[in-house]
C-alpha cells in the first residue's frame, strides 16, 4: 500500500485581523512546470538552485512592446540594454527580434562584437568610455553617446587623428516630475548645459550629432514623465534644426519601464498597477506626434529597455534546506537560494510558488537564504503552504539584473537553462567549479606549501 | 502528556479552549495527533501509526512533532506531566 | 405588483468605531422602495460585524485583501456569483476600487453590475495630485507642496506660514507648528506610508462633508451637505446635520459636471471665517453616515443601484433640512460557532 503524501502537523490560532485561507490564494497555487518542463526535472537534470529562461516569453514579450509602439509610432528601433541581462544566448534572442545592442562598458561592447553585432548598431552609453573603446567604437562607426564634457574632448581629438567623423548624440537629464531625478548622467536640460553642449558637437564639426539621449531612471511608475521627456528632447532637436539646418536622426528614450514585479512596501501587486508598454507607447508617440516635427521629418523612437522585457523570462528554482521556528514562534524557512544571486530581492517581493500541489494550510513565513549573514532575506512575510524540507520552490520575475550583479560568494554560481519554444531544454551557462574559481588565482611560491 | 480539559476537537479540525476564549484550526495530520494524544497513545506509539500512514522518515516527523507540541503547549491547549516529558 | 429582487454584494462590513459604510448602505438598500433586495456581504475579517447581522445580511463570504491581486479577487468573486447570482456590487473601500475598476469589464460581463469612478478620476483625486486637480478642474483647494526630501523643508515657511498639515499620501495628518515638527511628523509618516509627504496650509475653520452621486456626464443626481456636531479622536463624524449651504452645493455641482464624476462621492470641505470653501478631500465611495441621505429624502445607495442597472433615474433636488444622525454601537450576542464558521470556510 502506498503511503500518504506527508504533511507536517500545524495549528494556527483564529484570529480578526488574519486573511483566512482564501486570503492568498494565488502563493498556493503550484508552479509545477515552465513551459511544458517539469520543475522537479529541471531540478533533478541540472541542480538547485537553478536559473530558467523562456525564450518563449522573451519573444512574447519584445513582439508585444514592438506591437504597442509601431502601432502608434512609424519608426521605433529596441536596443537591448546588455547590462540587465548579457547572457549570450538572450543577448541573441534579442538580436533575431530585430533588437541593436546597447551598451555601458568596453566589455559589454566587446560582448556585443563578438557575438556578431554590426558596430553600426551598437549604442554605446555610460561615463566610462577609455581611448582604446573610444577608438574601437569610432572605427566601427558605433553610435557614441557624450556623457560629459571630457569624453566630448577625446572624441573630438581621436576623430581628428584617425580622420573619422563620429557619429555622437548628446545625453541629457532633466526634471520630469519624478523623484529622484537622476542628474549625475549627461547634461542638464534646464540649466541649459544640455544646449551648450549641442552647440561644442556642431561647432566643432568633427562629429556627426546624430540623436540626443535620456534615460530618466530605472523602474518608472508614470508614463506621463516619459511624455515630458519626449517633449523636451523634441524641443531640443528642433532648435538645433532651426539653428543649425542640421536633423536629428533620433530621439533615444533609454529604459526605466517598471516590470511586473512588486516593490516592497507597495500595498496592490505590481501585476495590478504597473503601466503596460500601450501606457508608455501612448504618452511617449503622443508627445513626440504633437511636437513640431513635420510629418516626413519625425525623427527615429529608439529605446533601450531593459527589465520590463526580461524580468518576466526568468524564473529561479530552489529547494527548501530546513523549516525553523524564530524566538518569537515565526516560521522561518531556509532556502539554497541567497541573495548574492537574487539581488533583486532587496527590491521586489518577488513572488514564490511551491513546485508541488499542497493542501489549503499554510503558515505566514520568513523566507531566508542559506548565506551566512543577517541580510539573506529572500521575503520577509509570504503566506506559503506547509513545505518540507526538499521541496521545491519556484522565484518569479528574476530576469533582470540577477544574472549580471550576483556574486559569486561562498558558493558557486548555478547553471542558466533556456527552455527553447520547442520545449528542449539547453544550458547557456554552466554552474562555477571550483577548478575556474582557482584558475584565476595565483599563489605565490613561499605560500604554497604549509602544515598545521 | 494530557489534552487540557475541556478542550474541543471538531471534525474539521476546530479546537476551542474555554479556558482562554481562543479558536484554532488545525490541519488533518494535526487533528489525528491530538486524537492519539486524547486516547493516551505516548510519543513512540504515534510516531509510529503517523510513519505506517505517511510517506516520511522518523527525524523529520520527530522534527515536526516536537515542533507542534511546543506550540499546542504554549497556546495551553495540553498539559505536559513530569513522567512524560522525557 | 411584486417588486423585483436585486442580489446585492456589499464590502465595509467593519461597523465599528472608525467604521466601513457597509452596515450604512444596506440599511438604505433595505429600505429602497423601486426593488427588493437580497445582500450578500463580502468580508475581509472574521470579526467585522456586519457578518452577523442576520438581519440585513442575508450571507456573507470572505473575500482576499486588494493586495492579493486582482485575478484573485476576480476567481472568488466568479465562485460567490456561481452560488449567488450577484447583480450588483457596491465596493465601500477606496483600496478596493482599484482591481475593482480594472475588473468591471469582466465583471459586467457575468452580469454583475457596478458604477464606479473612471481609473482616470479615482487617479486624479489622489492626496498628492490636488493642487493639479484644483487647478484642472476650477475649483479651491488648500495650497499644498508633494515633498520627498528632509532638507527641502527648510525652505518652506518662505511659501507656507505655520501651522502647516503634514500628510501622508494615503493616511495620516499631523499639524505642525515648528520646522522641527514638521521634520518630526515628515519622519514618522514617512516611516508609514512612504514618501512623499504632503505640505498643505492650514485652513482654520469648520468641518463640512457632501456625499452625493454622479451620473458619469456631468450631472448632479443626489448632492446632501451635512456639517459634523461631534468628531472621534480618529476624525470621523459621530454624529452630524443636514444643512442648506447653497455655495457647498454649488461647488459639488461644480465637482461634478467639471469631472464628470460617475458613482458615489464624499467631498471634505473646509469654511474659513470669510465663508470661503477649501475642497480638501474627494473620497471616492459613500461614506459612513450615508444612511442620513435616507433620512432627508434621498436613498443614494438605492439611485446608485439603478444606475448601475442602467435605468434612468430622476435626479433628486429637495433633501430635508435640520435632520441629525447620531451614531451609537451596539454589543451583539454571536455563537462562537459562527465566527468559527467565516473564519474556516469564509462562508457564513
Ligand atoms: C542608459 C541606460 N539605458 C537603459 C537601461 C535599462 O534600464 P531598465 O532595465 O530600467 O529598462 C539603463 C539602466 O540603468 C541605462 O542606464
Known amino acids: 500500500m502506498s503511503k500518504m503524501r506527508y504533511e507536517r502537523p500545524a495549528i494556527k490560532k483564529l484570529e480578526t485581523g488574519l486573511p483566512n485561507k482564501f486570503g492568498m490564494r494565488t502563493e498556493y497555487e503550484p508552479t509545477t512546470h515552465i513551459d511544458g518542463v517539469a520543475v522537479n526535472d529541471l531540478v533533478k537534470q541540472y541542480g538547485s538552485p537553478l536559473f530558467v529562461i523562456s525564450e518563449r516569453i522573451i519573444r512574447s514579450t519584445i513582439k508585444r512592446a514592438r506591437k504597442a509602439f509601431e502601432t502608434r509610432y512609424p519608426k521605433v528601433q529596441f536596443a537591448w540594454s546588455y547590462k540587465t541581462n548579457y547572457l549570450n544566448a538572450v543577448c541573441s534572442i534579442f538580436h533575431q527580434e530585430g533588437s541593436w545592442a546597447e551598451v555601458v562598458s568596453g566589455f559589454e561592447y566587446d560582448k556585443a562584437i563578438s557575438l556578431g553585432v554590426d558596430g553600426k548598431k551598437i549604442i554605446f552609453n555610460g561615463p566610462e568610455k577609455s581611448v582604446e573603446d573610444l577608438t574601437k567604437a569610432i572605427k566601427n562607426d558605433s553610435l557614441i553617446h557624450i556623457d560629459h564634457l571630457d569624453e566630448l574632448y577625446t572624441i573630438s581629438e581621436l576623430a581628428e587623428k584617425h580622420k573619422s567623423h563620429p557619429r555622437v548624440a548628446i545625453r541629457v537629464n532633466m526634471d520630469t516630475g519624478v523623484y529622484p531625478m537622476w542628474d549625475r548622467f549627461g547634461f542638464n536640460y534646464e540649466n541649459g548645459q544640455a544646449w551648450d553642449a549641442i552647440n561644442k558637437v556642431m561647432h566643432s564639426e568633427r562629429m556627426e550629432l546624430v540623436g540626443l539621449h535620456c534615460h530618466i531612471g530605472t523602474f518608472m511608475l508614470s508614463p506621463y514623465a516619459y511624455g515630458i521627456a519626449a517633449s523636451k528632447l523634441a524641443e531640443l532637436a528642433l532648435a538645433v534644426e532651426q539653428k543649425f539646418k542640421h536633423e536629428i536622426r533620433y530621439i533615444d528614450l533609454g529604459g526605466g519601464f517598471a516590470s511586473k514585479n512588486t516593490l516592497k512596501g507597495a500595498y496592490l501587486p505590481g501585476i495590478d498597477t504597473n503601466p503596460t508598454f500601450d501606457d508608455f507607447a501612448e504618452a511617449i508617440s503622443t508627445a513626440l506626434l504633437n511636437s513640431n516635427f513635420k510629418q516626413d521629418k519625425l525623427p527615429l523612437l529608439i529605446l533601450e529597455t531593459g527589465r520590463a522585457l526580461i524580468d518576466d523570462a526568468g524564473y529561479l528554482l530552489g529547494s527548501v534546506i530546513s523549516n525553523k521556528r524564530s524566538s518569537t514562534g515565526r516560521r522561518n524557512t531556509i532556502l539554497d537560494v541567497g541573495v548574492n544571486i537574487l539581488f533583486t530581492s532587496f527590491w521586489y517581493d518577488h513572488k514564490i510558488t511551491p513546485a508541488q500541489s499542497f493542501s489549503q494550510y499554510s503558515e505566514d513565513t520568513c523566507v531566508y537564504g542559506p548565506l551566512c549573514m543577517n541580510i539573506d532575506v529572500i521575503r520577509e512575510s509570504t503566506n506559503l503552504p506547509l513545505l518540507n524540507r526538499g521541496d521545491h520552490v519556484v522565484i518569479h520575475s528574476v530576469g533582470a539584473y540577477n544574472m549580471t550583479q550576483w556574486m559569486q560568494f561562498i558558493s558557486l554560481r548555478p547553471n542558466v537553462v533556456l527552455i527553447d519554444p520547442e520545449e528542449k531544454t539547453h544550458v547557456i551557462r554552466l554552474r562555477e567549479t571550483l577548478d575556474n574559481m582557482n584558475s584565476m588565482e595565483k599563489v605565490p611560491a613561499h605560500l604554497e606549501k604549509f602544515s598545521i | 502528556m494530557k489534552l487540557r480539559k475541556n478542550v474541543a476537537v471538531s471534525e474539521v479540525g476546530l479546537i476551542f479552549n474555554p479556558v482562554t476564549g481562543e479558536s484554532f484550526s488545525v490541519n488533518p495530520i494535526g487533528v489525528e495527533i491530538l486524537e492519539l494524544i486524547r486516547e493516551e497513545k505516548d510519543q513512540n506509539q504515534i510516531m509510529q501509526v503517523l510513519l505506517e500512514k505517511y510517506s516520511t522518515d522518523q527525524a523529520t516527523l520527530e522534527n515536526d512533532y516536537a515542533d507542534f507540541i511546543d506550540i499546542l503547549n504554549h497556546h495551553h491547549l495540553i498539559e505536559i506531566h513530569e513522567e512524560t516529558k522525557d | ?348
Do not use: C
Not at chain 3, 198 to 226: S, Y
Open chain 3, 1 to 348: 405588483m411584486k417588486k423585483r429582487k436585486i442580489n446585492i454584494g456589499v464590502t465595509g462590513l467593519n461597523a465599528i468605531d472608525s467604521p466601513g459604510p457597509g452596515v450604512s448602505v444596506i440599511r438604505a438598500l433595505r429600505e429602497a422602495v423601486s426593488f427588493d433586495v437580497r445582500i450578500i456581504g463580502l468580508s475581509y475579517e472574521s470579526l467585522e460585524p456586519g457578518i452577523y447581522m442576520h438581519d440585513l445580511v442575508d450571507r456573507t463570504y470572505s473575500i482576499p485583501y486588494p493586495a492579493g491581486g486582482a485575478d484573485l479577487l476576480m476567481a472568488r468573486l466568479e465562485y460567490i456569483h456561481e452560488k449567488e447570482k450577484l447583480d450588483v456590487i457596491i465596493p465601500n473601500f477606496d483600496a478596493e476600487l482599484y482591481p475593482l475598476i480594472k475588473l468591471e469589464p469582466k465583471l459586467k460581463a457575468l452580469g454583475i453590475h457596478m458604477f464606479l469612478p473612471t481609473l482616470t478620476q479615482f487617479e486624479e483625486r489622489q492626496k498628492v495630485n490636488l493642487n493639479d486637480f484644483g487647478k484642472k478642474y476650477n475649483i479651491s483647494v488648500p495650497k499644498s507642496k508633494v515633498i520627498y526630501d528632509l532638507n527641502t523643508v527648510h525652505s518652506l515657511p518662505s511659501e507656507f506660514s505655520f501651522p502647516m498639515i503634514v500628510k501622508g499620501k494615503f493616511y495620516d495628518a499631523s499639524i505642525a507648528y515648528s520646522i522641527e515638527q514638521v521634520k518630526t511628523f515628515f519622519n514618522k509618516i514617512s516611516a508609514k506610508w512612504g514618501l512623499p509627504i504632503i505640505i498643505q496650509e492650514f485652513i482654520h475653520g469648520a468641518e463640512f462633508n457632501v456625499t452625493g452621486l454622479g451620473d458619469g456626464n456631468g450631472n448632479t443626481i443626489a448632492a446632501v451637505p451635512m456639517r459634523k456636531q461631534y468628531i472621534t479622536d480618529k476624525g470621523k463624524a459621530w454624529g452630524g446635520i443636514s444643512i442648506s449651504d447653497e455655495k457647498m452645493l454649488d461647488m459639488t455641482r461644480k465637482f461634478l459636471r467639471n469631472t464628470k464624476w460617475r458613482g458615489g462621492f464624499e467631498l471634505e470641505l473646509m469654511k474659513n471665517k470669510d465663508g470661503e470653501l477649501y475642497l480638501l478631500e474627494i473620497n471616492p465611495r459613500l461614506p459612513a453616515w450615508i444612511y442620513l441621505s435616507v433620512g432627508v429624502g434621498q436613498n443614494i445607495p438605492e439611485a446608485l443601484v439603478n444606475m448601475a442597472m442602467g435605468e434612468t433615474v430622476t435626479p433628486f433636488v429637495t433633501y430635508d433640512v435640520g435632520k441629525m444622525f447620531i451614531r451609537y454601537a451596539w454589543d451583539m450576542i454571536v455563537d462562537r460557532e459562527e465566527f468559527e464558521q467565516i473564519s474556516m470556510y469564509g462562508e457564513l
